[in-house]
């Protein structure tokens, strides 16, 4: 896996509750981090935004496969 980018994360979400991303099958919350999104108005392209904090929760869980 590249240091730059993290992939094949899965995306969850239930009814109106905030998404949250994790790494593989960990879904207990302290494996998940909240997810903000961005949208290019001009392009429709969204962005998603993670904090760094959480960056370090991925890339743990990451190099536990």
């Given at each position: 896996?590249?240091?730059?980018?993290?992939?094949?994360?899965?995306?969850?979400?239930?009814?109106?509750?905030?998404?949250?991303?994790?790494?593989?099958?960990?879904?207990?919350?302290?494996?998940?981090?909240p997810?903000?999104?961005?949208?290019?108005?001009?392009?429709g392209?969204?962005?998603?935004?993670?904090?760094?904090?959480?960056?370090?929760?991925?890339?743990?869980?990451?190099?536990?496969?």
């Amino acid at each position: 896996m590249e240091n730059s980018q993290l992939s094949g994360l899965s995306i969850y979400a239930s009814g109106t509750f905030p998404v949250e991303l994790s790494v593989g099958k960990r879904i207990s919350g302290r494996h998940r981090v909240p997810l903000r999104a961005s949208v290019e108005i001009s392009t429709g392209e969204v962005r998603f935004h993670v904090d760094p904090e959480g960056i370090k929760i991925l890339q743990n869980d990451a190099g536990d496969h």
